[in-house]
């Protein structure tokens, strides 16, 4: 098993996920939410750690590509991966994206405002997590097929990192010292998460969506049958037991803890609904990043279609 790859593989989807996701919420949330979260220190780390998780994912790619050790590698193989593949193609434009992210996250106040640099950084950040399709089943096919499969699934990246981001917003919101949670603050957090249910609820029908397409054109109409036998299968299975969770926990925020904030948001007091908020949005957001780890090993392995 190549737990290396499946470790990069995993961060870099949870980087790339989490800064994109975070970098739109900031753009359709509430005004001034932006401003009671660390969003440039979180964007510039997010851009920096994944210039670094794509070089090391480079060199593993590269090292399993030629079947070589990661010592092995030289920079002849590199230049071939990096120049003579769709994979190579892909990592370069990430690279450049994630340049462009940070340098648009690190603008200095002042020069342009807030909205375009957060504007400039969730559009490529979103290139640079589309550019992990690549890396996926995704680029395997070919033809009309293959496009639509690559197409299904930036889709699906996409409004998942729109998800796990939004998230990580969330937190970030309702996280706050209980000292600094003024009527204000609690206004303002039920705003964003009354906010989310809707935008929230549009991506869910998309991953939805383009799941079932992707799940169609990787194991096709035979391959449902080898989903408990395999180990391909048994991963999708857990996975999509995950993502259930997720949705049933969504549909617990919106309908049940979100009103409910927002009954005694105006009074200053909300302990109780803000502590129950914590604890969903927590379980979510951590079933998210077991789907995220599950995503990065399925993405390792061969289909049950193919396997069998």
Known sequence: MDWAGIAIRFALYLDLMLASGLAAFALTAPAGTARVMPLRAVLVA???L??????????????????????QVDREALTMIVDETPYGAAWTIRMVALVLAVGSASTVRGTVSARVRTAASAAAFALAAATLAWGG??????????????????????????????????????????ARMDAGHLNLSWRALHGFSRAGT?????????????????????GLSGLTSTLYGQLLLAKL????????????????????????????????????????????????????????????????SAAG
């Open 137 to 178: 089943h995704g680029a395997m096919s070919e033809g009309a097929l293959g496009a639509l499969h690559l197409g299904a699934d930036i889709l699906h990246l996409l409004a998942a990192a729109f998800w796990m981001g939004s998230l990580l917003g969330l937190v970030l919101l309702v996280a706050r010292p209980a």
């Open 50 to 71: 994944g210039l670094a998780l794509s070089a090391g994912g480079l060199l593993v790619m590269t090292a399993a590509m030629a079947g070589t050790t990661l010592a």
């Open 46 to 48: 997010c851009g920096c």
């Open 241 to 304: 037991a995950a993502f259930a969770a997720m949705v049933g926990l969504a549909s617990l925020n919106r309908f049940r803890l979100t009103p409910a904030l927002g009954s005694v948001a105006s009074s200053g007091a909300a302990r109780r609904e803000i502590g129950a908020l914590r604890l969903s949005l927590a379980f979510e957001a951590a079933l998210g990043i077991a789907v995220l780890a599950l995503v990065a090993w399925l993405g390792t392995l061969e289909p049950v």
């Open 202 to 222: 549009a991506s869910v029908a998309i991953i939805v969506v383009t799941g079932i397409v992707n799940g169609w054109l990787v194991l096709g109409p035979d």
